[in-house]
């Protein structure tokens, strides 16, 4: 039964369509009619709140605020920042006009040539120009700073190649904006945003991350500094987890917003933002996921523990109602999420199949012999190991074993990764590496050139300089392959 339910692709024979029919099998989401746009289902999309909400506390812990920008930003905007105009210019989507007609000929409605707009709107692919134009109103004196907003919401950013989660032309996300006096102010803001980054993806997401910064050829546009959290999935390619920009003075002047300091004087003020997307939610899976399906840390878990009743008839599906409602009600209590699963059409097998596709973390399973015995089945997800437990104080040892389950798949996926990072030294070590996949410490010249050249001739990019290296890492070297010095090792990868 759970084979013709699933009939997944194995990872091992085709990882990428394993993904793709993964995300659509476990109902996380779908494509949509609108090309490179997808469907987040109610399943899928609960994964997604229950992230949110936990980022939302930890950025409200930090001092910040929610508010919301419009999702249409004047074309003039954008051509006041060189560099962030020439980063999004081939990914934008343009309003052109403000009005539809029916056309003469009943063939359905076009766009009204008299319509035209006097100046084009793009649809946000990232908010600093029209939040920057807004933060001018805001602020004339150091009294007015810091300004520490979030905002949660859509952008649009044109894709030709799109995936599920991984690169959709529109996708959620949230976004964060800050303006500060100093220097100092905005770069530790920008490196303690990565800390939260590092520790939801770390302590809730269960995915071990690298924190690094970004070369100059892969910094965000516009930005001075670009902080990274960078994962890596099982089929050996990096994921980008989320990106905190330090962006300096650029966009205060871009928009003339200037403040009085505490001397009097005035200064233009100091910029970040940084921001995670529901590409997370393709991390999530990538990383702890198998061949019979989701595999989900309980922090993130809609549902944490499916109850099944299995029973013979009416009077035995009571009878288990009677002695189940208690412990339900008792771990709800303790903050589990649970679902008693007594649904009469579907069979046990096919709930057992759906639960375990769709990464359930724990499945109790209570039947007639259990009944009469006081015990109830249970499984763990992550291992598929089950053990018949008794009924008393199964609470405890449930929330026990959602939390076991929390720190052995993360254990697992940083071992992974530990297993998976190799260091080279000679550019004939690096192709042979590069194509076993995983994380590749090697020296670096620091020169876009040879940056540029790596990337051309494997694929691999620099994911960052890492932030947290041993001190094998930190030793000066020389660059594989222009043979001039470098000052440390950097973190290569192919990536999504």
Known sequence: MAVELKGLTKRSENYSQWYNE??????????????????????GYAIWEKMQRQLDEMFKATGHVNAYFPLLIPKSYFSREAEHVEGFAKECAVVTHYRLKNADDGSGVMVDPEAKLEEEYIIRPTSETIIWGTYKNWIKSYRDLPILINQWANVMRWEMRTRLFLRTSEFLWQEGHTAHATQEEAEAEAKK?????????????????????????????????????????????????????????????????????????????????????????????????????????????????????????????????????????????????????????????????????????????VGGRDLEQGTVEVMRRDTLEKETLSLEGIETRVKDLLDDIQKQIYRKALNYRNEHTVKVDTYEEFKEQIDKGGFILAPWDGSTETELRIKEETKATIRCIPSEADAESLTPGTDMITGRPSARRVLFARAY
């Open 193 to 365: 945003i990565l800390r939260v980054y590092a520790e939801f993806a770390e302590d809730y997401m269960a995915v071990p991350v690298i924190r690094g910064v970004k070369s100059t050829n892969e910094r965000f546009a516009g930005a001075l500094d670009t902080y990274t959290i960078e994962g890596l999935m099982q089929d050996g390619k990096a994921l980008q987890c989320g990106t905190s920009h330090f962006l300096g003075q650029n966009f205060a002047k871009s928009f003339d917003v200037q403040f009085l300091d505490r001397d009097n004087r005035l200064d233009y003020v100091w910029a970040t933002s940084w921001g995670v997307s529901t590409r997370l939610m393709g991390a999530l899976i990538m990383t702890h996921s198998d061949d019979n399906g989701l595999v989900l840390p309980p922090r993130l878990a809609p549902i944490q523990v499916v109850v099944v009743p299995v029973y013979k008839n009416a009077e035995m599906l009571k009878a288990i109602d009677t002695r189940v409602e208690g412990m339900v009600d008792h771990l709800r209590r303790m903050g589990v999420s649970v679902k008693y699963d007594n649904n009469d059409n579907r069979r046990p097998g096919f709930k057992f199949a759906d639960y375990e596709l769709k990464g359930v973390p724990v499945r109790l399973v």
């Open 22 to 43: 993964l995300v659509v099998k476990a109902d996380l989401a779908e494509q949509s009619a609108v090309r490179g746009c997808m469907v987040i289902k109610p399943y």
